[in-house]
């Protein structure tokens, strides 16, 4: 599905605007733009580079499928674009309506470990409620029902931790061939090895190599060389420092979302090490 629109050319061919072939679906806090940045590194690779929320928001949506296409850089006819938008992995339409526009489009889901994913997810809220000088309650408080002791489910950063739920809904669509899971856990320790697996998944020759990469010990993460003169890491909001949470409440997380892990485990066929 290439929609020609005018543009220019370079010497190897005509740019376009390309609907994406590969989408990165989420899971919020697990790494999504580290990924997209990294996969950017790739030359057959374009991204996106704003959450285009297309098709978790019906604003957007109903815009249409040419006015996504014209949220999309320009490329050559060869080249893979890639847009990231982590709540399409949670937002119930969406699956449905990523189907209707290309049933054969990749699928990218980073996930972390679940307990880790959902602090992180607490951290983001939390830094926006300091922003504006508003206080916000403890992730205990959120994390455990105060009434049964027990985990709270329904609680945003939980949910969206249960990441078999999700998944399920999208395998009503998709065949779970069609989806590659990326270990967020992994990207952050070893970014190589897991940009290799997604090359090899988007049938992509292998072209990112450790030289694109270097470990910047002041920030703890690996940065990116993105060519001869220039580096760049991730924005300062992506490797947060974590509040601390008790661990008693931390165990009963990592209990709650154990079953889950298994099923997502067994639907997935990658198997993590979480506790
Ligand atoms: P924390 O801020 O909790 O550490 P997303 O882009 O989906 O919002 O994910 C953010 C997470 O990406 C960060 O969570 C961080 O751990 C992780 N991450 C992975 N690789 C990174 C990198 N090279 N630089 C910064 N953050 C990275």
């Not at 010990?217 to 003169?229: A, K, M, P």
């Amino acid at each position: 599905q290439v929609f020609v629109c005018s543009v220019g050319s370079t010497t190897r061919g005509r740019l376009i605007q390309q609907l994406p072939r590969a989408l990165i679906i989420g899971v919020r806090k697990g790494g999504t733009r580290a990924l997209l940045e990294m996969l950017n590194l790739h030359p057959a690779v374009v991204k996106a580079s704003q959450e285009v929320h297309f098709f978790d928001n019906d604003q957007n949506y109903v815009r249409g499928v040419s006015w996504y296409r014209h949220r999309m850089p320009f490329s050559l006819r060869q080249q893979t674009t890639i847009e990231k938008s982590p709540a399409y992995f949670t937002t119930e339409k969406v699956p449905e309506r990523v189907f209707r526009m290309d049933p054969s489009i990749r699928l990218l889901l980073i996930v972390r470990e679940p307990t880790t994913r959902a602090v992180s997810d607490y951290t983001q809220v939390l830094e926006g409620k300091q922003r504006k000088n508003k206080t916000y309650r403890r992730f205990e408080t959120l994390a455990i029902d105060s009434s049964s002791l027990e985990v709270n489910p329904k609680y945003k950063a939980v949910w969206t931790s249960i990441y078999t739920k999700h998944l399920e809904r999208w395998l009503e669509f998709f065949p779970v061939e069609q989806f590659h899971i990326v270990d967020g856990d992994r990207l952050i320790s070893e970014p190589l090895s897991e940009l290799q697996l997604v090359e090899r998944f988007l049938r992509l020759p292998p072209r990112i190599s450790q030289d694109d990469l270097y470990f910047n010990s002041t920030r703890g993460f690996y940065c990116l060389r993105v060519s001869l003169h220039y580096r760049k890491c991730l924005a300062g909001s992506k490797g947060r420092a974590h509040p601390h949470v008790n661990a008693t409440v931390l165990e009963k997380l990592q209990h709650f979302f154990h079953p889950f892990n298994q099923k997502f485990y067994q639907i997935t066929g990658r198997t993590f090490s979480w506790p």
